[in-house]
């Protein structure tokens, strides 16, 4: 379980916890070894600082050998424009939720000895053993452009034990792991750990809709996109989609009644308004509400200040549910596409249950680039029994999910994990 603590505000996870996975190992005595993500990649000891802001005050504390306020860039006094009004005023909205959720779990936190005791002013590294944790000392196989390839039939792949992949296969295929153990994908000089019950479609986003009635339908998704960002363009770090794209995707295709749709934003106003008003509108999305995600360092400190206004210490959710008529009993098998609908006044049972708005995710970071939480602990109570799980451009796999992205697998990689003794 990702649950620490649990309160009407929110929960407060173990991301890393949540990672621990068996790996089949037929030397073993039980045949199985556990593995989990690297302690290193969520060493989160001091709120974020670029490298630059961080010598400068190592090196004041130094000289003084005392410990230095970081001062803030001096705020400009020309007036603040139109988009910049609109994220103050989301803030001011948010920060509420944010703040008594934070006091009340990391108390909470602190009195189970889940945080620990550390000088908030006493740097030492820069979180660079997480930051190194993040990165491999092997060039890593170009997903994305592997991903452009036309597809041909579609194939189910099962994965058992350990498997051999080559390039033709591990893209546009469906590869499913439906054994009650991880197995570990050998793919060139890389090996990637498949978790239990998981299934994953590594393919490009103009391919989705091909793939569409092979994945079936899900009574949950949760979407991640790579936003359009000025900063992330300027330097190339990552690709990025345009907001239009995403009207593009064959949702409806994917979705069971009663789904519930969840995004994964930037706190940019732009694609706030862009969730709400085109994306839930173009495929029948009933907006539900937002959660956020706080982020904070081992010792329950916010990554950022709350009120910095460059960078803001947590991220936001948006919730919506697709509210069409089914008949009870109806629910979509596994594999099949077809929903019998008897009485358009019927309306299936899981309608009834309501998903909260305004609640708080509270954790520790994982270093891993755009890594976000686990969700599956605190969102499995408002779906029906036996729900089914598809996360889109995922770039790692989860137990009894559906992954599809061009980068599932990048998190997967077996270097990122370390054994459980």
């Known amino acids: 379980m990702s649950v620490i603590a649990k309160s009407e505000e929110g929960f ?4 890393k916890e949540a990672s621990v996975l068996s790996i089949y190992d037929e030397k073993s005595a039980d045949c199985s070894r556990h593995w989990m993500l690297k302690q290193e990649l969520f060493e989160i000891n001091h709120p974020f600082r670029m490298d630059s802001q961080f010598e400068k005050v190592q090196s004041q504390e130094e000289k003084t050998e005392e410990p230095v306020k970081v001062k803030r860039k001096r705020k400009r006094v020309a007036p603040l424009n139109a988009g910049e009004v609109l994220a103050e005023e989301y803030h001011q909205e948010v920060k509420g939720y944010v703040n008594k959720a934070y006091v009340e779990l990391i108390e909470i936190g602190k009195q189970n000895h889940y945080f620990i005791d550390q000088n908030f002013h006493e740097l030492t590294d820069n979180n660079m053993a997480a930051r190194q944790a993040a990165l491999l000392n092997v060039v890593e196989p170009d997903f994305i452009t592997l991903c452009e390839r036309q597809p041909g039939g579609v194939e189910k792949i099962r994965v058992e034990k350990d498997i051999e992949i080559s390039s033709q296969r ?3 295929n469906i590869i499913e792991n439906d054994s009650q153990q991880s197995v570990v994908l050998k793919y060139i000089n890389h090996q990637y750990i498949v978790p239990h019950c998981s299934s994953f479609l590594m393919t490009d986003i103009h391919n989705l809709k091909i793939f569409s009635k092979d994945l079936g ?3 949950l998704i949760v979407m991640d996109p790579p936003w359009e960002n000025k900063s992330v363009k300027r330097k190339k770090m990552y690709y990025t989609l345009d907001n ?4 593009d995707m064959p949702l409806d295709e994917l979705m069971l009644p009663g789904c519930v749709l969840v995004v994964w934003v930037t706190n940019k106003q732009k ?7 085109e994306l839930f509108r173009k495929f029948g999305i009933e907006y539900i509400g937002r959660w956020y995600w706080l982020k904070v360092t081992k010792s329950g400190e916010c990554v950022f200040d709350l009120n910095y206004q460059h960078k803001k210490p947590y991220e936001t959710l948006i919730i919506g549910k697709l509210r069409k008529p089914c008949c009870h009993g109806n629910r979509v098998n596994e594999h099949i596409n077809k929903v019998d609908v008897t009485n358009d006044d019927i309306l299936c049972a899981c309608h009834s249950i309501q998903v909260p708005d305004n609640q708080v995710l509270i954790s520790v970071p994982c270093s891993l680039h755009s890594k976000k939480p686990p969700l599956t602990d605190v969102l499995t109570q408002y779906l029906p029994e036996n729900a089914r799980y598809l996360e889109l451009f995922a770039r790692n796999l989860q137990p009894n999910w559906t992954s599809w992205g061009n980068e599932v697998l990048l998190h997967q ?3 990122y994990y370390e054994e459980v003794t």
Do not use: A, C, P, T
């Open 217 to 219: 339908r899900y009574d």
């Open 170 to 172: 591990i893209v546009n």
């Open 244 to 247: 239009e794209m995403l009207l």
């Open 413 to 415: 990689n077996h270097g």
């Open 271 to 277: 694609h706030i308004k862009f969730v709400q008003d």
């Open 12 to 15: 407060l996870l173990d991301h």
